[in-house]
């Protein structure tokens, strides 16, 4: 009895998860119940389980992030509408308003996925640095997937733009491509702000990903969920939209480290402050 015991214990599944904290890689059981891990390099303690559809509860971290940048940004563009600063009475109007709404909603995700490590650390200085970087460089990639997502939008359309609304799925794939440059940007700006090339090429590949399925699902969500004079829609789309770019990124970032993928312990340039995860050992010498 005790020996068949300790055979299933030694044959039970394991799975690879990063510590929160320090990202180690930790070896632990594969259980539908929640556990409670320690890590041995750090100490710290934090609760891991899986959910359907690949989910764990390390995802909640990044919803979360992506929640709240959205949640932000929708109430910063819903005040910019309200107030009308730019009637659409021109073209020209109408492209700066497209480039004010994208700006304002990147300052606000940026801000958000800029100030999240330092903010689940404790770690003020990181946290004011994170806000402060990741709202300038949110703001601009905002502005730039503006600009790119009207030239697109123009183009589209062609000289018919005065004489006819515009097809569902010509607006579609107008959003997609801006919402993708924005992800793609911010994605960029949050690699730059870890200060590492491995976080540089997973935030552009995951925030042009994770973008492209918030555009994607953008006019569908805003055009079916018709409450509040379409308040309601645009605010689960923007929602979608936040969240889908945050986990993406943040996906793809942690299946790169959980791979040891050595440019994710490459520094970026040391004119910016050293990413906390390249005080670890190397990646040849880490525990599997």
């Keep these: 009895m005790n020996s068949g015991q300790q055979s299933q214990s030694t044959e039970e599944a394991k799975i690879i998860v990063l510590c929160e904290n320090c990202y180690q890689k930790l070896r632990i059981p ?26 764990t509860s390390n995802s909640k971290l990044p919803l979360l992030v992506g929640l709240v940048g959205s949640l932000a940004g929708f109430a910063v563009v819903e005040l910019i509408e309200a107030s009308n600063v730019l009637p659409p009475t021109s073209a020209l109007n109408a492209l700066l308003d497209s480039m004010l709404v994208t700006g304002a909603f990147g300052m606000c995700l940026g801000a958000a996925m800029g100030a999240s490590e330092g903010f689940f650390r404790k770690d003020r200085a990181r946290l004011s640095y994170g806000l402060r970087v990741g709202a300038v460089l949110g703001l601009v990639s905002g502005v730039l997937s503006g600009l790119i997502a009207q030239i697109v939008f123009s183009a589209l ?43 540089v090429r997973v935030g ?31 605010f689960v789309a923007f929602l979608a939209l936040g969240i889908a770019i945050s986990l993406a990124i943040n996906g793809l970032r942690d299946v790169a480290i959980g791979s040891n993928r050595p440019d994710m312990y490459q520094p970026l340039t040391r004119r910016l402050p050293a990413n906390p995860r390249l005080s670890l050992p190397p990646p040849s010498t880490r525990r599997r």
């Design 30 to 55: 594969r259980r539908p119940k929640k556990l409670r891990v320690t890590c041995p390099r750090c100490r710290h303690e934090f609760g891991f389980r899986h959910y359907p559809l690949g989910f």
């Design 157 to 199: 359309l062609g000289p018919s733009a005065a004489q006819s609304e515009p097809s569902t799925a010509r607006l579609m794939f107008a959003r997609i491509v801006g919402w993708c440059v924005l992800g793609l940007l911010i994605g960029g700006s949050y690699g730059i702000k870890e200060n590492t090339t491995g976080d």
């Design 204 to 234: 552009l590949l995951g925030g042009a990903i994770g973008g492209a399925v918030g555009g994607l699902l953008f006019d569908p969500l805003s055009s079916t969920i018709q409450v509040g004079g379409g308040t309601a829609g645009r």
